[in-house]
């Protein structure tokens, strides 16, 4: 069973800087991408950045500029950094690991800008 625990979240002012992290485990084959996602309070789920096993990515382009998706070198560990936060950005920020025969869901960590 593939687990995803995302850690990094937390609370900070607008332009401030934070770098959300996701660990990946469980998985015998490789995953077709990785990326996150996050929702705000009565708003639906959306993509923030995805990265494939060609290492290519893409961005919502609210984010654009601002953040950016990297995984080490073993691709079991993704990265969000993201710089000049906005409050707009506070949601709760989810890890996705997308395979052939399923799709999976971290727990979500936090994020909160202060204006």
């Known amino acids: 069973q593939v687990q995803l625990v995302e850690s990094g979240g937390g609370l900070v002012q607008a332009g401030g800087s934070l770098r959300l992290l996701c660990a990946s485990s469980?998985?015998?084959?490789?995953?077709?991408?990785m990326g996150w996602y996050r929702q705000a309070p009565g708003k639906q789920r959306e993509l923030v950045a995805v990265?494939?096993?060609?290492?290519?990515?893409n961005y919502a382009d609210s984010v654009k500029g601002r953040f950016t998706i990297s995984r080490d070198n073993a691709k079991t560990t993704l990265y969000l950094q993201m710089n000049s936060l906005k409050p707009e950005d506070t949601a709760v920020y989810y890890c996705?690991?997308?395979?052939?025969?399923?799709?999976?869901w971290g727990q979500g960590t936090q994020v909160t800008v202060s204006s």
């Open positions: 996705n690991e997308r395979f052939y025969l399923g799709n999976y």
């Open positions: 990265i494939n096993n060609s290492d290519g990515s």
């Open positions: 469980g998985s015998i084959v490789r995953s077709i991408s």
